[in-house]
């Protein structure tokens, strides 16, 4: 396994809109996804970025701090490389139409993910 570069970055922000209008007006980063509780973000290298309100449910496993995705070549062989060290996954591999990704417990118990792009 090779980790190429960071592939997903996610921010949980009490201050939620001021937070999208630094990525979006001020910073000038692509808006990909708007919900209530979370805005995507692409940066233009392609990597991608979430800012989730703190009572989104969807990603409550996660802290309070930034989740950072290590985007590696396939997430399938990751996983079962990175169990084998005894890394702890949080649930299955997810997948869309351009990614598959899966959340990771670190050993100082923040929560990581590996993510990669058919």
Request: charged share 25%; glycine share 12%; hydrophobic share 40%.
């Amino acid at each position: 396994m090779k980790v190429k570069g960071l592939g997903w970055l996610g921010i949980r922000a009490s201050e939620f809109e001021e937070t999208v209008r630094l990525f979006r007006d001020t910073m000038g980063l692509e808006v990909v996804r708007e919900e209530r509780d979370v805005t995507g973000f692409q940066f233009p290298d392609g990597t991608g970025m979430e800012v989730w309100r703190p009572e989104d449910t969807f990603h409550s496993f996660f802290p309070s701090g930034p989740v950072v995705g290590f985007l590696v070549d396939d997430v399938d062989d990751a996983r079962a490389r990175m169990e084998a060290a005894g890394t702890e996954f949080l649930g299955p591999i997810q997948r869309s139409v351009t990614a598959s990704w899966n959340h990771f417990r670190g050993p100082n118990g923040n929560v990581y993910e590996i993510i990669s792009h058919p």
